[in-house]
């Protein structure tokens, strides 16, 4: 069964990690996507499939991952971004078909589209020197 | 739900909040059994039988935000409309098994949708545990009860296997999470291909 991925290619993969890790430590981006029950009846795993497919379209580089249910059911799938010295800020009701904006506005254009979101985290190791949004 | 794809994410996360370090999934698609079946066993806390009968009851949760009706009663009846069923076994500290059997070809039953992403979404999760992956298709032979042209074809993998090459970068890490997408949505992709082939172009084991 040839298979064009194997798991040979994880030398290089690790190389390449290893390679960009400095680089990327002090720009480090979190994207954190609800994966709780709500969340996956809500669509959540299509947005964070979305949201990786973005991120490498546009070679961006930022860690994704998940959760569980944080309880806030409603507004599921709910996708936080986390950067480095800035609050962390949640959307909710977040559809694949909106991946592609948002990735633009918030970790190009460093604008978060304030229409979106839901809630607000301060980061504790830089709350005193937050720059507010907008 | 209207993919199994989804259930088992949702299944797959069970096993994560019941602490499982290690968690082993098989899905088979057995053509000559006319049967499909998805089985995942976890070694987390388990549950005693009172558990097990409250679980498969819609109104049980021992959790307390709201349900919105997926997780295992769910899939219990989605399995049921297949003409199959589901089946849990499990004990306390020795981890749980469930079991769901569908009937491959039941006009009623879920398609399997995105396997891959939902590997991906369960992967890509902070300290995710180990996963022994196993997808089996076994195609009938044609005509039928000919052996000639049966195929059988297996997408697995383990992921202690691709930790350990990693050297403890995580599966997450943005240059593994590309190469993961890729493996999966491929190693996924290649067993679809089998329902396509024409008998004659299939360089598949034969059974
Ligand atoms: N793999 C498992 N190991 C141990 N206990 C489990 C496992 N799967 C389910 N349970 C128990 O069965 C209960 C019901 O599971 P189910 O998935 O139906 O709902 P839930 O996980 O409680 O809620 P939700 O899935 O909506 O977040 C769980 O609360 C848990 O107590
Ligand atoms: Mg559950």
Redesign the pocket.
């Known amino acids: 069964m040839p298979k064009l991925k194997s798991l040979d290619d994880l030398k290089r993969v690790r190389e390449e990690a290893q390679q960009s890790l400095k680089t990327r430590l002090d720009t480090g981006t979190t994207i954190i996507v609800g994966m ?2 709500c969340g996956i009846a809500a669509g959540a795993r299509d947005t964070m499939h979305a949201i990786l497919t973005e991120l490498a379209a546009r070679n961006i580089d930022a860690h994704v991952t998940t959760v569980g ?1 944080i309880g806030q059911c409603v507004k599921e799938p709910l996708v936080d971004i986390e950067q480095a010295g800035q609050p962390r800020i949640t959307y909710g009701n977040v559809k694949p078909e909106m991946v592609s904006r948002l990735i633009e506005e918030h970790l190009i254009n460093n604008r978060p589209i304030e229409e979106w979101v839901v809630g607000r985290l301060e980061s504790n190791v830089a709350s005193t020197n937050v720059a507010p949004t907008v | 739900m209207l993919e199994l794809a989804l259930h088992v994410l ?2 797959l ?3 994560v ?2 602490g ?1 370090t290690q968690v082993a999934l098989t899905i088979i698609e057995d053509e000559p059994a006319n049967r499909l079946t998805l089985t995942i066993t ?1 070694n ?4 005693d039988d009172e ?1 097990i009968r409250r ?1 498969l009851n819609p109104f ?4 307390r935000t709201r ?2 009706g ?4 769910l899939l219990a009846a989605a399995a049921e409309t297949a003409g199959g069923g589901l089946m849990i076994r ?1 004990r306390p500290g020795e981890g ?1 098994t ?1 079991e769901t059997t569908f009937g491959l070809d039941h006009p009623d039953r879920q398609p399997l949708g995105d396997m891959a992403a939902t590997l991906l979404a369960f992967l890509l999760a902070e300290a995710a545990p180990d996963l022994r992956y196993t997808h089996r298709v076994l195609r009938t032979g044609f005509p039928a009860d000919n052996p000639v042209f049966a195929q059988e074809r297996e997408f697995a993998f383990n992921t202690a296997a691709i930790r350990a090459e990693l050297e403890g970068l995580p599966l997450n890490h943005p240059v593994v999470a590309r190469w993961l997408a890729e493996y999966l949505a491929e190693g996924e992709r290649e067993l679809k291909e089998v329902e396509h082939n024409e008998p004659g172009a299939v360089e598949g084991a034969g059974v």
Request: with cysteine; net charge neutral; aromatic share 4%.
């Open positions: 709780g029950t249910c | 949702d299944i996360r069970n096993a909040e019941a499982a976890d987390g806390r388990g549950m558990t679980a049980y949760t021992t959790r349900h919105v997926l997780g295992l009663p499990s749980t469930v």
